[in-house]
């Protein structure tokens, strides 16, 4: 059993709980800078992939699950970053402007949509966000000369400093843009959630009125959820774009939008690791029932993937709420009381619904 | 005479809408969670249907492979709640919203496994028949999807307002431990909505595939349900059936008299104004907290 | 000059008169309590105050601003925070977190600051957290420091609101039923702590209450209503043996 002695009240502000901790992070980060000496280009775009999804992971993170405003049409704003991206990289914008630019259209047009949806909460917001993402999916198509409507628009290599970076000539320089754009967000992430920014999102998800007699102010701190929600989305989208290449409004149906809501719920509600879990089980899992389906038959089965990634999430909902991410927990205190850890300790408590027409 | 044409086929794709709507609201009203499978519940509502009555398949009479098909769907939609949903008792709506997206995945899966991709079309006794009317040619389907669309509004707003269960079910949504405290029997009765939701989807599914082809895609067009149950204030039967009226109105009207591709974004346009101007819906439910 | 002033302040719901032509006056440093029967209007003065509700007539100020149409994120900035009778705390978030969102209203860093958790930032958490120190050292709330709300018992939750409200220091504290639910011990606790309140930090209370002995023991002046009128003002002896009131609480049978 671990016992963690707090002396200062930096010791509850700083990133980290102790120097253990910090160093375990420390390697995980150094193992993920080595990783392309020891990996095969093919797997390493897996893992690029894995780590864009993450950060569009973390954007819709911060709105449905710290704010609690889910949106189930954050593909729009993946889009944006993406057209965005490629309409400034082909009018030859260094990347290093382009990508924050196309964070910042993203974020833009997400606070502008957020006006409307002030007003509305719950099931409301949910369905008025599928219709933005369904709506989008026309948009894009109609505004055919910036998105070359139907057959979609190409982007051409990254450009940094003069470097060009392109996914498939030097993989290995591509994992690692994205890798630091992750650090990047995942560290501004960290950062909102230990400060009053982040505690006034938390405050809006759990108590409105009480938010609003401690002096939060509501309609503003939503706007600026929605605005950094979609900015990293944004950012995803435009990393999306040099990794996929060439793209139309196919790539983000509404059907994305609800996967990768789908996918921070598997990972875990309210946290950034659920994130990168939701990330790697969204990346991972259809290559492991490709492989497995091959063991029994050769014929491709379609729909599987969706089918069983579904099945795989109606189990984690009822088993652990909390996704994957609440598991590790459980797990984790388990062995940091070891051997004091007790069976109930767990045990959901036992609640009734009331309405939720009252707000 | 086009516009009667255009009114009339608008009105009869409306009601699916309407019917389908009309499942959600009922959903919840009674327990307070928003099916997101209901279109998925539709299209296998429709598939189940089809494999009775289809010569290619059971070829069975449409009336009895209907009614077969809707008790079939009741099952299911008792089961999906007594297995799956129950499990999620007193969690937030925001839980079992994720749920039944996954369940509508799952659905879809199984339908596309069984039946395959292809659009297929159900066998009705009145396919292609017209009655002369004014001038106007109308559809046997059509009128066959209207009325039945009537009389089942009328019958679940009777049940509602008149029955006791239907007031039970009412108060379960509004308060599930004091439901318990007054004896309603919370868990059987969030069963039976679920049971008759499965129904009334079936027979949704069954005006649909009157009027087209099915697949099992069809799901998505749950979406657009959506749609008009907001239009409607989710959690009013007629409500319901009204945002279904304007959304299948829109859709034809804006492809007619815009463009065409505006006929897909035209329904959710009019949802996010009406969302914009009054944002719990025409026929609001929703109250502020007192604190 | 008085610390807040309600002048013949209305709320209509319809043609209900929740609130019907109420002035009254909160001096500094005094402990001012509403009472009354159910129904009698005494939350929705607090709603009116904190401006969850709009006024139908009369006007508010407090230390000499003008409140009557403020935001209500801006009432805590005047130094009026102020508790709920059914609990409102952020359910998923610790003890801590809930009362260093109760320094909200102090906060001084912006959010592109806070991305980048500038020197300052850290500065300023460290205040926070100092003051929200002060606060669990008068409550005794150390046990329950990084404990989740969701677990905790209503006694503890109850204090926890308190805790909250006094965290941004205010000026002026309205406390909705602090005392509804709690044991007779508990009760005790919350009368100690107001009376500390009152005499060691210079606090103002505004107090609708229930419970008669704790409104005599730590009340200043005490405020009765009925229907949504004043029906008496004074000490909690005048106004307890007031006919009136005896008349409002038991009946016209009990008054003749």
């Given at each position: 059993?671990?016992?963690?002695?707090?002396?200062?009240?930096?010791?509850?502000?700083?990133?980290?709980?102790?120097?253990?901790?910090?160093?375990?992070?420390?390697?995980?980060?150094?193992?993920?800078?080595?990783?392309?000496l020891?990996?095969?280009?093919?797997?390493?775009?897996?893992?690029?992939?894995?780590?864009?999804?993450?950060?569009?992971?973390?954007?819709?993170?911060?709105?449905?699950?710290?704010?609690?405003?889910?949106?189930?049409?954050h593909?729009?704003?993946?889009?944006?970053?993406?057209?965005?991206?490629?309409w400034?990289?082909?009018?030859?914008?260094?990347?290093l402007?382009?990508?924050?630019?196309?964070?910042?259209?993203?974020?833009?047009?997400?606070?502008?949509?957020?006006?409307?949806?002030?007003?509305?909460?719950?099931?409301?917001?949910?369905?008025?966000?599928?219709?933005?993402?369904?709506?989008?999916e026309?948009?894009?198509?109609?505004?055919?000369?910036?998105?070359?409507?139907?057959?979609?628009?190409?982007?051409?290599?990254?450009?940094?400093?003069?470097?060009?970076?392109?996914?498939?000539?030097?993989?290995?320089?591509?994992?690692?843009?994205?890798?630091g754009?992750?650090?990047?967000?995942?560290?501004?992430?960290?950062?909102?959630?230990?400060?009053?920014?982040?505690?006034?999102?938390?405050?809006?998800?759990?108590?409105?009125?009480?938010?609003?007699?401690?002096?939060?102010?509501?309609?503003r701190?939503?706007?600026?959820?929605?605005?950094?929600?979609?900015?990293?989305?944004?950012?995803?989208?435009?990393?999306?774009?040099?990794?996929?290449?060439?793209?139309?409004?196919?790539t983000?149906?509404?059907?994305?939008?609800?996967?990768?809501?789908?996918?921070?719920?598997?990972?875990?509600?309210?946290?950034?690791?659920?994130?990168?879990?939701?990330?790697?089980?969204?990346?991972?899992?259809p290559?492991?029932?490709?492989?497995?389906?091959q063991?029994?038959t050769?014929?491709?089965?379609?729909?599987?993937?969706?089918?069983?990634?579904?099945?795989?999430?109606i189990?984690?909902?009822?088993?652990?709420?909390?996704?994957?991410?609440?598991?590790?927990?459980?797990?984790?205190?388990?062995?940091?009381?070891?051997?004091?850890?007790?069976?109930?300790?767990?045990?959901?408590?036992?609640?009734?619904?009331k309405?939720?027409?009252?707000? | 005479?086009?516009?009667?044409?255009?009114v009339?086929?608008?009105?009869?794709?409306?009601?699916?809408?309407?019917?389908?709507?009309?499942?959600?609201?009922?959903?919840?009203?009674?327990?307070?969670?928003?099916?997101?499978?209901?279109?998925?519940?539709?299209?296998?509502?429709?598939?189940?249907?089809?494999?009775?009555?289809?010569?290619?398949?059971?070829?069975?009479?449409?009336?009895?492979?209907v009614?077969?098909?809707?008790?079939?769907?009741?099952?299911?939609?008792?089961?999906?709640?007594?297995?799956?949903?129950?499990r999620?008792?007193?969690?937030?709506?925001?839980?079992?919203v994720?749920?039944?997206?996954?369940?509508?995945?799952?659905?879809?899966?199984?339908?596309?496994?069984?039946?395959?991709?292809?659009?297929?079309?159900?066998?009705?006794?009145?396919?292609?028949?017209?009655?002369?009317?004014?001038?106007?040619?109308?559809?046997?389907?059509?009128?066959?999807?209207?009325?039945?669309?009537?009389?089942?509004?009328?019958?679940?707003?009777?049940?509602?307002?008149?029955?006791?269960?239907?007031?039970?079910?009412?108060?379960?949504?509004?308060?599930?431990?004091a439901?318990?405290?007054?004896g309603?029997?919370?868990?059987?009765?969030?069963?039976?909505?679920?049971?008759?939701?499965?129904?009334?989807?079936?027979?949704?599914?069954?005006?649909?595939?009157?009027?087209?082809?099915?697949?099992?895609?069809?799901?998505?067009?749950?979406?657009?349900?959506?749609?008009?149950?907001?239009?409607?204030?989710?959690?009013?039967?007629?409500?319901a059936l009204?945002?279904?009226?304007?959304?299948?109105?829109?859709?034809?009207f804006?492809g007619?008299?815009?463009?065409?591709?505006?006929?897909?974004?035209?329904?959710?346009?009019?949802?996010?104004?009406?969302?914009?101007?009054?944002?719990?819906?025409?026929?609001?439910?929703?109250?502020?907290?007192?604190? | 000059?008085?610390?807040?002033?309600?002048?013949?302040?209305?709320?209509?719901?319809?043609?209900?008169?929740?609130?019907?032509?109420?002035?009254?006056?909160?001096?500094?440093?005094e402990?001012?309590?509403?009472?009354?029967?159910?129904?009698?209007?005494?939350?929705?003065?607090?709603?009116?105050?904190?401006?969850?509700?709009?006024?139908?007539?009369?006007?508010?100020?407090?230390d000499?601003?003008?409140?009557?149409?403020?935001?209500?994120?801006?009432?805590?900035?005047?130094?009026?925070?102020?508790?709920?009778?059914?609990i409102?705390?952020?359910?998923?978030?610790?003890v801590?977190?809930?009362?260093?969102?109760?320094?909200?209203?102090?906060?001084?860093?912006?959010v592109?600051?806070?991305?980048f958790?500038?020197?300052?930032?850290?500065?300023?958490?460290?205040?926070?957290?100092?003051?929200?120190?002060?606060?669990?050292?008068?409550?005794?709330?150390?046990?329950?420091?990084?404990?989740?709300?969701?677990?905790?018992?209503?006694?503890?939750?109850?204090i926890?609101?308190i805790?909250?409200?006094?965290?941004?220091?205010?000026?002026?504290?309205?406390?909705?039923?602090?005392?509804?639910?709690?044991?007779?011990?508990?009760?005790q606790?919350?009368?100690?702590?107001?009376?500390?309140?009152?005499?060691?930090?210079?606090?103002?209370?505004?107090?609708?209450?229930?419970?008669?002995k704790?409104?005599?023991?730590?009340?200043?002046?005490?405020?009765?209503?009925?229907?949504?009128?004043?029906?008496?003002?004074?000490?909690?002896?005048?106004?307890?043996s007031?006919?009136?009131?005896?008349?409002?609480?038991?009946?016209?049978?009990?008054?003749?």
């Amino acid at each position: 059993m671990r016992i963690h002695q707090k002396t200062s009240y930096d010791d509850d502000i700083n990133l980290f709980e102790d120097h253990r901790q910090a160093m375990w992070y420390a390697l995980l980060l150094i193992a993920a800078i080595a990783i392309p000496l020891v990996l095969d280009p093919f797997r390493l775009g897996d893992l690029a992939s894995m780590l864009i999804w993450a950060i569009a992971g973390m954007g819709l993170m911060v709105l449905a699950g710290h704010t609690g405003q889910p949106s189930l049409g954050h593909a729009a704003f993946l889009a944006c970053g993406a057209y965005m991206e490629a309409w400034l990289n082909n009018h030859g914008v260094p990347f290093l402007l382009s990508l924050p630019l196309s964070g910042l259209f993203a974020g833009v047009v997400g606070a502008l949509i957020a006006v409307p949806a002030l007003r509305m909460s719950g099931i409301y917001l949910a369905i008025a966000t599928l219709a933005i993402g369904i709506v989008a999916e026309d948009v894009i198509v109609l505004l055919d000369p910036v998105t070359g409507g139907v057959s979609g628009t190409s982007v051409g290599p990254v450009n940094l400093f003069g470097y060009e970076i392109d996914r498939y000539v030097n993989p290995a320089a591509f994992y690692w843009l994205c890798l630091g754009v992750t650090v990047i967000v995942t560290l501004g992430y960290a950062n909102l959630l230990r400060s009053a920014t982040g505690r006034s999102f938390l405050a809006i998800r759990d108590s409105e009125v009480s938010a609003k007699a401690m002096g939060i102010n509501v309609a503003r701190t939503k706007t600026l959820a929605f605005f950094l929600s979609c900015f990293a989305t944004g950012l995803a989208g435009a990393l999306m774009a040099h990794y996929i290449g060439s793209f139309n409004y196919e790539t983000f149906l509404i059907t994305v939008s609800i996967q990768m809501l789908l996918m921070i719920v598997v990972g875990g509600m309210g946290s950034i690791h659920g994130a990168f879990f939701g990330a790697a089980v969204y990346v991972y899992l259809p290559q492991f029932i490709t492989a497995i389906r091959q063991g029994i038959t050769n014929n491709a089965i379609p729909g599987l993937d969706t089918g069983i990634f579904a099945a795989v999430l109606i189990a984690i909902i009822i088993i652990e709420p909390l996704g994957i991410n609440g598991r590790w927990l459980k797990t984790r205190a388990w062995f940091q009381l070891f051997p004091l850890a007790r069976r109930d300790m767990f045990r959901r408590q036992k609640s009734y619904l009331k309405t939720e027409r009252m707000r | 005479m086009e516009i009667a044409q255009l009114v009339l086929g608008g009105i009869a794709g409306g009601c699916v809408y309407g019917l389908v709507a009309l499942g959600f609201v009922l959903i919840y009203k009674a327990t307070e969670s928003v099916n997101f499978a209901q279109g998925d519940m539709m299209m296998l509502g429709a598939f189940v249907t089809l494999q009775f009555v289809n010569t290619a398949y059971w070829g069975m009479n449409f009336w009895v492979g209907v009614c077969l098909a809707v008790i079939v769907m009741a099952v299911v939609g008792y089961l999906m709640e007594a297995l799956v949903i129950r499990r999620l008792f007193g969690q937030p709506q925001f839980a079992i919203v994720i749920l039944t997206i996954a369940i509508g995945f799952v659905l879809r899966f199984f339908a596309g496994f069984i039946w395959g991709y292809e659009p297929l079309s159900l066998d009705t006794p009145f396919a292609g028949q017209n009655v002369q009317f004014a001038g106007l040619a109308i559809g046997v389907d059509e009128i066959f999807v209207i009325g039945v669309t009537i009389a089942l509004t009328l019958a679940l707003y009777l049940f509602f307002a008149r029955t006791k269960l239907g007031m039970a079910m009412q108060a379960s949504s509004q308060n599930q431990l004091a439901a318990y405290y007054m004896g309603v029997p919370v868990k059987r009765v969030h069963g039976l909505v679920w049971a008759l939701s499965g129904g009334i989807a079936t027979i949704a599914g069954v005006l649909f595939a009157a009027r087209g082809s099915i697949d099992p895609n069809l799901g998505l067009l749950g979406i657009k349900a959506f749609a008009a149950a907001v239009i409607g204030g989710f959690g009013s039967l007629p409500g319901a059936l009204a945002g279904g009226l304007i959304v299948g109105l829109v859709e034809p009207f804006a492809g007619r008299y815009i463009a065409s591709g505006y006929s897909q974004i035209a329904p959710y346009a009019v949802m996010l104004v009406v969302l914009v101007l009054r944002p719990n819906g025409l026929f609001a439910q929703v109250q502020s907290k007192k604190v | 000059m008085s610390l807040f002033v309600a002048d013949n302040l209305s709320k209509h719901f319809g043609g209900v008169k929740a609130v019907d032509g109420v002035s009254f006056t909160v001096e500094e440093g005094e402990v001012f309590t509403i009472v009354g029967p159910n129904g009698a209007g005494k939350s929705t003065i607090f709603n009116l105050i904190s401006r969850f509700y709009d006024c139908t007539t009369g006007t508010m100020t407090f230390d000499g601003h003008d409140i009557t149409n403020a935001q209500p994120h801006e009432i805590i900035r005047h130094g009026i925070a102020r508790t709920f009778q059914n609990i409102e705390l952020f359910d998923h978030s610790t003890v801590l977190q809930n009362l260093l969102v109760g320094r909200h209203s102090r906060r001084k860093s912006n959010v592109v600051s806070n991305l980048f958790f500038l020197p300052w930032v850290r500065q300023e958490e460290r205040d926070h957290r100092a003051a929200v120190e002060a606060v669990i050292e008068f409550l005794d709330l150390q046990a329950y420091r990084d404990k989740m709300i969701a677990g905790l018992p209503y006694g503890v939750r109850k204090i926890v609101e308190i805790g909250r409200a006094l965290a941004c220091g205010p000026k002026l504290l309205l406390l909705d039923e602090p005392a509804s639910g709690l044991s007779v011990e508990e009760t005790q606790d919350v009368a100690y702590w107001i009376e500390d309140m009152q005499k060691d930090m210079g606090l103002t209370v505004l107090m609708v209450e229930h419970d008669m002995k704790l409104v005599s023991q730590v009340s200043t002046r005490v405020l009765a209503m009925a229907d949504g009128k004043p029906i008496a003002v004074g000490t909690p002896v005048e106004v307890q043996s007031h006919p009136k009131v005896i008349e409002a609480y038991l009946g016209m049978g009990a008054a003749a």
